[in-house]
Nanobody, 125 residues
Framework: QVQLVESGGGLVQAGGSLRLSCAAS????????MGWFRQAPGKEREFVAG????????YYDDSVKGRFTISRDNAKNTGYLQMNSLKPEDTAVYYC??????????????????WGQGTQVTVSS
């Protein structure tokens, strides 16, 4: 199985940027599709972005399209989420997730077997 550790969260003002990282270990990272999800207080965990194994295709929720960019460096076993033009409503715990038995990254929690512990992102107005 693969282990995932997120980093890069923090407090930022509205309009600012953050880059989250997801470091993978234990298995060949390039064998897994990857997704980023987030969970705000009192809300369900929701899909943010996904990327295929090679990084050739990316997928976004409409709420972040044009502001967030998902990427991966398989040589470094690391995935990224670049977040620009942040808004207060982006405040949440952000999780990376990985799944081996898929070609296209899913948009639902149950479609992923492996999860990181999460990193807090807080956007002040």
């Amino acid at each position: 199985q693969v282990q995932l550790v997120e980093s890069g969260g923090g407090l930022v003002q509205a309009g600012g940027s953050l880059r989250l990282s997801c470091a993978a270990s234990g298995r060949t990272f390039s064998n897994y599709v990857m997704g980023w999800f987030r969970q705000a207080p009192g809300k369900e965990r929701e899909f943010v972005a996904g990327i295929r194994r090679s990084g050739s295709n990316t997928y976004y929720d409409d709420s972040v399209k044009g502001r967030f960019t998902i990427s991966r460096d398989n040589a470094k076993n690391t995935g990224y989420l670049q977040m620009n033009s942040l808004k207060p409503e982006d405040t949440a715990v952000y999780y990376c997730a990985a799944e081996r038995d898929k070609v296209v990254p899913g948009r639902k929690e149950y479609e992923y077997d492996y999860w990181g512990q999460g990193t807090q992102v807080t956007v002040s107005s």
